[in-house]
């Protein structure tokens, strides 16, 4: 039998990136998503962003297509914008926020799950079923695009706490220009 030392790491990179307090690259999926309201999971920092609701969505989405690739389903795919980041409402409220982040958090098991029933790592270097990259390919893809989206959150939440408060740089982008307007301009996303 081969071992599964390199599974191994990945589950606990999955783990670590998901829910880990101690991450050294800074805070996890979970962490993230801590203090997130319903009201500032469904706003837009500007016209052309997704707001923190359908990045949830995305993620889960990604999630369940490693999970069907894993179970061998070569015909699973994310081929529309609905299945990619949802069709959410406009205004998120508390049980579709609720929803959401227990979508994640199931998808997240679920992979778990489908890891945790491989015996060895020799899975990992096989193609998976209708694409062309491995299993260790796209598992520490998921991992990468995890970092990628929490990172996208954080911000998120930052800029909507700024608008909410209202930037002390109104000043400066009336000076300096800003490719969003003025702070003022954005009320209407409140």
């Known amino acids: 039998m081969v071992p599964n030392d390199e599974l191994i790491r990945i589950i ?3 783990n670590t990136t998901y829910e880990s307090e101690e991450a050294w690259h800074g805070p996890s999926v979970v962490e993230a998503l801590r203090e997130v309201t319903p009201d500032m999971a469904g706003r837009r920092i ?3 962003t ?6 949830v969505f995305h993620m889960t989405s990604w999630r369940i297509f490693c999970v069907k690739k894993m179970q061998g389903d070569a015909t699973f795919d994310i081929t529309t914008p609905e299945k990619n980041f949802g069709a959410l409402p406009d205004k ?3 049980f579709e926020w609720e929803a959401l982040e227990m979508e994640l958090s199931l998808s997240q098991e679920e992979l778990i799950n489908e890891l945790d029933k491989r015996d060895d790592d020799e899975f990992l270097e096989d193609i998976v079923p209708g694409r062309d990259y491995t299993y260790y390919d796209m598992l520490h893809g998921i991992i990468n ?3 990628y989206h929490t990172g996208q959150i954080m911000i ?3 800029a909507l706490a700024f608008n909410r408060a209202g930037s002390r740089y109104e000043d400066d982008e009336d000076q ?3 490719p969003f307007g003025s702070s003022s301009e954005h009320d209407d996303f409140y």
């Open 50 to 55: 997704h707001t923190i609701a359908e990045l």
């Open 12 to 14: 606990d990179l999955l």
């Open 156 to 158: 998120l939440k930052k």
């Open 145 to 147: 695009h995890d970092l």
């Open 92 to 94: 998120i409220d508390d």
């Open 46 to 48: 500007s016209p052309n």
């Open 176 to 178: 300096y220009g800003s």
